[in-house]
């Protein structure tokens, strides 16, 4: 396993449908399915941490290593397990990839086997951080969104919006430092990865927002229009940022 994160023991388990983890308690719908080949896992509330969690990529070892291999497993977090005596599920692939060639079957008649995990910055490839406006979002004043492919090793903890001004466009198209406004919106979490407010700007709209990066929290600025004065419902918006951000966990990297 990585070195660098803190290391926590567990029990886990597997669902052997993948339909449930769409009704995860993250709110990611079928979405959720897609998400790293269909290896994503529910956890407890002390994992979960209210939603906080969701979207966090996690390593998970089996340590019986007559059955499983030691790379262990890649998942993302994506819902809420609330106990049954383990404290990670597993979808059925996540769960039968650690096993070791030809040991899936004894892996299987298991059911639920001693691991280890480490929380490990996630990584999308070239997809950018984006949003997706939800479906109960309601023109012209409340706006819920829900962040998707959010990289590195962070928490969501801060999320404004504004209005963006025409002297602002302006600034935007000369690729000048740094987007600002007198009218930034602060958001509240809802739910996981979703953010609402009932006082959005006609827009379009900018956004900034607050992830927490070594032991402390860093701004991260949108610098373009997100949303347009039409933006629709079930509509996904690219960002145009990747977050590569490594939070500490006061674990030594020894």
Not at 147 to 171: M, N, P, R
Not at 209 to 224: A, E, F
Request: net charge positive; charged share 15%; hydrophobic share 40%.
């Amino acid at each position: 396993m990585a070195s660098g994160g803190c290391v926590h023991p567990a029990r886990a388990g597997y669902l052997s449908s993948l339909s449930v983890f769409s009704a995860g308690a993250c709110g990611y719908g079928p979405m959720a399915l897609g998400f790293n080949g269909g290896y994503v896992a529910a956890a407890t509330s002390t994992l979960y941490r209210g939603g906080v969690a969701c979207g966090a990529c996690f390593q998970v070892r089996c340590k019986n290593m007559k059955i499983c291999h030691s790379e262990g497993v890649k998942v993302i977090l994506t819902d809420l397990n609330e106990g049954n005596g383990t404290e990670l599920i597993l979808s059925r692939p996540a769960f039968m990839a650690m096993a070791q060639h030809g040991m899936a079957k004894e892996l299987k008649k298991l059911g639920t086997v001693d691991v280890e995990y480490m929380r490990i910055p996630c990584e999308f490839g070239n997809k950018n951080l984006s949003i997706r406006v939800e479906e109960q979002s309601q023109k012209p004043n409340y706006l819920a969104i829900k962040f998707l492919y959010q990289g590195g090793q962070t928490d969501i903890v801060a999320v404004d919006i504004a209005e963006v001004s025409l002297s602002l466009s302006l600034k935007l198209s000369l690729s000048l430092t740094q987007v600002g406004s007198a009218h930034w919106q602060s958001m509240s979490r809802v739910k996981g990865p979703m953010w609402s407010t009932y006082r959005a700007p006609a827009g379009p709209l900018q956004i900034r927002l607050v992830v927490t990066s070594g032991y402390d929290g860093k701004w991260v600025w949108v610098r373009k229009e997100i949303l347009s004065v039409h933006w629709t419902t079930g509509s996904v918006y690219d960002l145009g940022v990747q977050i590569s951000d490594i939070a500490e966990d006061g674990c030594s990297s020894s």
